[in-house]
C-alpha cells in the first residue's frame, strides 16, 4: 500500500504537465470532492463497524479524546513556533508568488484558496459521522472486505488527481526548491509535539505514561499503533493506541476550519502521519497545492519514522 501514493502522483503528474484544459480541471476538481466524501464515509464505516472499537469507547473514550486533543494542540503549537522562527511557510509562499507571477499555469489550487466558505468544511465531519452511524447500526460485517476496496479506490482517485494538480501548478516546485531540507523541521516539531502531549495526558489522567505517550507518538499511524501496542502491552493497550490516533485524524478534519486561520502548518500538525493518506487531499483542497505539498512530504516521514520509534520508546520506556 506504501508505494500506491508515489505511483498515483506520478501518474497524475505525467498528465498535470501536459497542460489541461480548464474544463478538464473543473471536472477533476468535481471527482475530488465525490471522491473525498466517499473516503471520509468509508473511514466512519470503519469505526462504526469495529466492534472493540465500539464497546470499548464508553470506558476509554474520554481518556483518548483528551490524548489526540493534546497531541493535535501541542504539535500544532510546537510548529507554529517553528514557523515563526525556523520555517516561515508564509514568507516563502510571497517569495514564490512574486518570483513566479508570470509562470502560474492552470492550477486545480490556489496557494491562497478562498475556500473559507467551502461546503468541504462541514462535509468532511459530517460524512465521517455518517459513516459511524451507518457502520454501526445498519453495515452487515459480512461486507466489511467492501471497505477496503472502497478506501483503496478513493484513494487511488485522489493522488491521481493531486498529481494533476501538482503537475498543473508548477510553481510547486519552486516552492519546495525554496524551503529545502528545511522541511524536516516540521516533523521534528510534529514529533516533540507528539511525544510532550504523551507525558502531558499521562501525568494529567494517571494512566502508565508508556500508554500514553507510545498513543500519541503513533502521530495518526493508527494499525501500525494499535498492532505494536497490543503485541506488547496487551490489547486495552492496544485500543488505545488505535482509537487514539482515529481520533487524531477526526479531530483534525473536524477542526480544520479552526486550524488553517492559525497558521498554513498547523493542519499539517494535525494530520501527522496521516498526511500521507487521507489527511492529504483535505489539507491540499483548503491550504493549497504548495502546503498539501509540504504535508505529503512531512506525513512520508513521519509515516516511515513511527515503525521505528514505537519499539525504541518501548525499550526506552
Known amino acids: ?21 480548464e474544463r478538464i480541471m473543473k471536472q477533476i476538481d468535481r471527482l475530488i470532492n465525490a471522491a473525498l466524501v466517499i473516503l471520509m464515509v468509508t473511514i466512519g464505516l470503519n469505526i462504526g463497524i469495529n466492534d472493540s472499537v465500539m464497546l470499548n469507547l464508553p470506558r476509554i473514550g474520554f481518556n483518548c479524546v483528551i490524548i489526540s486533543l493534546s497531541a493535535i494542540g501541542i504539535s500544532v503549537l510546537f510548529t507554529l513556533l517553528t514557523e515563526k522562527t525556523l520555517l516561515p511557510l508564509d514568507a516563502f509562499i510571497q517569495r514564490l508568488n512574486s518570483e513566479t507571477t508570470s509562470e502560474i499555469g492552470p492550477a486545480l489550487h490556489e496557494s491562497e484558496p478562498s475556500e473559507t466558505g ?58 519546495i526548491k525554496l524551503l529545502g531540507f528545511r522541511v524536516i523541521y516540521l516533523s521534528v516539531a510534529i514529533f516533540a509535539g507528539s511525544v510532550s502531549a504523551g507525558f502531558l495526558s499521562g501525568l494529567l489522567l494517571g494512566l502508565p505514561l508508556q500508554i500514553t505517550v507510545m498513543s500519541a507518538t503513533g502521530m495518526s499511524y493508527y494499525s501500525i499503533t494499535g498492532a505494536y501496542m497490543t503485541q506488547v502491552y496487551g490489547i486495552e493497550a492496544g485500543t488505545y493506541g488505535f482509537v487514539v490516533n482515529v481520533m487524531r485524524e477526526f479531530f483534525t478534519v473536524l477542526l480544520l476550519p479552526l486550524l488553517i486561520k492559525i497558521s498554513k502548518g498547523s493542519s499539517i500538525a494535525g494530520g501527522a502521519a496521516g498526511n500521507m493518506d487521507t489527511m492529504l487531499v483535505p489539507v491540499t483542497k483548503l491550504v493549497g497545492t504548495e502546503v498539501g505539498l509540504v504535508a505529503l512530504i512531512t506525513g512520508t516521514i513521519l509515516t516511515f519514522a513511527v515503525p521505528f520509534l514505537l519499539p525504541l520508546l518501548y525499550h526506552i520506556m
Open 1 to 21: 500500500m506504501i508505494w500506491i501514493p508515489f505511483l498515483c502522483l506520478t501518474i497524475g503528474l505525467f498528465f498535470g504537465l501536459r497542460n489541461l484544459s
Open 118 to 175: 467551502s461546503p468541504l468544511l462541514w462535509l468532511i465531519p459530517l460524512s465521517i459521522l455518517t459513516g459511524v452511524v451507518l457502520g454501526y447500526y445498519l453495515f452487515p460485517s459480512s461486507l466489511d472486505f467492501v471497505l477496503g476496496y472502497l478506501l483503496t479506490g478513493s484513494l487511488v482517485v485522489l493522488y491521481t488527481s493531486v498529481g494533476i494538480s501538482l503537475g498543473a501548478n508548477r510553481k510547486v516546485f519552486r516552492y
